[in-house]
């Protein structure tokens, strides 16, 4: 990473900074690709490793979720039997987060696209407390289903 993105992604220690990362990538849509190329590939084979160590487990569990922010962005969608989406407005976003968002929204579907793929979809303006409930919810509704064909 150090050879294709520079020195300038190593933070004091002399480890790769993600924030670095991110400053550097995010304005250079190459370095980007490149990036996504190489991890995206890691990301979905542990995935894989991980769902097929659950799946031998003597009981494993009735449901399983995985957070993948691209999701349909890398058409990771067809390795999943449901798919839940959760949204917030821009602004509540920005808000929200650490990291500054300007420069990564443009490339990525649009919230209301990404709903209406979704088996499930909530939109996260409210309480920890309320989107709890909602993922209550949706674990409950999954269990229940459990063992229906896949989409």
């Known amino acids: 990473m150090v050879e294709r993105l520079g020195e300038e992604i190593l933070g004091p220690d002399g480890h790769i900074d993600r924030s670095r990362v991110a400053d550097r990538v995010f304005g250079d849509r190459d370095a980007l690709a490149w990036l996504e190329g190489l991890l ?25 979720a ?11 969608e067809t390795r999943f039997d449901r798919v839940v989406v959760i949204t917030a407005p821009q ?47 949706v674990m409950a509704e999954l269990r229940a289903a459990r063992g229906l064909a896949s989409r």
């Open 66 to 76: 995985t957070e993948v922010p691209l999701l349909y962005e890398v058409g990771g």
């Open 91 to 137: 602004k509540l976003r920005e808000a929200r987060t650490k990291v500054p968002l300007a420069g990564r929204s443009d490339r990525l579907i649009a919230d209301e696209e990404k709903v209406k793929r979704a088996d499930y979809s909530y939109v996260n303006t409210g309480t920890v407390e309320e989107l709890d409930e909602f993922v209550g919810q």
């Open 40 to 64: 995206h590939p890691k990301v979905s084979a542990e995935y894989l490793i991980w769902r097929e160590q659950l799946g031998r487990l003597e009981n494993p569990p009735e449901v399983c």
